[in-house]
């Protein structure tokens, strides 16, 4: 069984973090590049686990230093966003390098977290966004970074882990309209979320 909640005791202080960065750091990069799917020319979906949140806290730690207080802050800012044996979370972000480019299809992307989708084999299941923040501002700008929820059924996990079972990512915004196929690599790292 994944571990599905980091707490105070799995923290490791700054010097002990400083010590293993270098190595943590290259491990986490392997991690990750199996857990990456890009859709679409800007939008990329970082599906996240526990040992990213675990590497994403210490990070914040370490560059910030604020000390006990901030490791609750950031314990309760990243372990809603450890999967919890059921579902897929996935940081989405839209990383485009032009700021008035970026500016222009944010601004054109308002509502964008609710039309994002998981598609099992004939099953749809819609993104859950995370609601600490609202994403899309009353003007209609979407945040660049959105954090999604893909939970799943008894049944939709049964047809997750056959390996005939078809799965897409999509992102069904009028103005932002693509998909991607989830195979191979990336679909062996993410049903391990399912353990």
């Known amino acids: 069984m994944n ?80 999967p919890q044996g059921d579902e897929l ?25 609710e039309m994002c989708f998981l598609e099992v084999g004939q099953d749809k299941i819609k993104a859950d966004a995370e609601t600490d923040v609202d994403r899309t501002s009353a003007q209609g700008k979407a945040s660049s970074v959105q954090f999604l929820h893909f939970k799943l059924s008894s049944r939709q996990l049964d047809l997750i882990k056959q390996a005939d079972t078809s799965i897409t990512l999509s992102i069904e915004h009028p103005e ?3 998909s991607a196929k989830i195979q191979g690599k990336t679909r062996e790292a993410l049903l391990k979320d399912f353990v």
């Open 176 to 178: 932002y309209g693509h």
């Open 89 to 113: 979370v996935a940081t989405l972000m839209f990383e485009i390098d032009d700021p008035a480019r970026r500016k222009d299809l944010l601004m054109k992307l308002g509502g964008v977290e």
């Open 3 to 82: 571990s599905r909640k980091i707490e105070k005791k799995d923290v490791l202080d700054l010097n002990s973090f400083a010590a293993i960065r270098k190595t943590k750091r290259a491990e986490i990069t392997e991690i990750k590049k199996h857990r990456r799917v890009p859709v679409g020319p800007d939008a990329t979906f970082y599906f996240e686990s526990y040992d990213t949140m675990w590497w994403q806290i210490h990070e914040m730690l370490f560059i910030e230093k604020g000390g006990d207080e901030q490791v609750n802050d950031e314990l309760e800012a990243y372990n809603p966003l450890i």
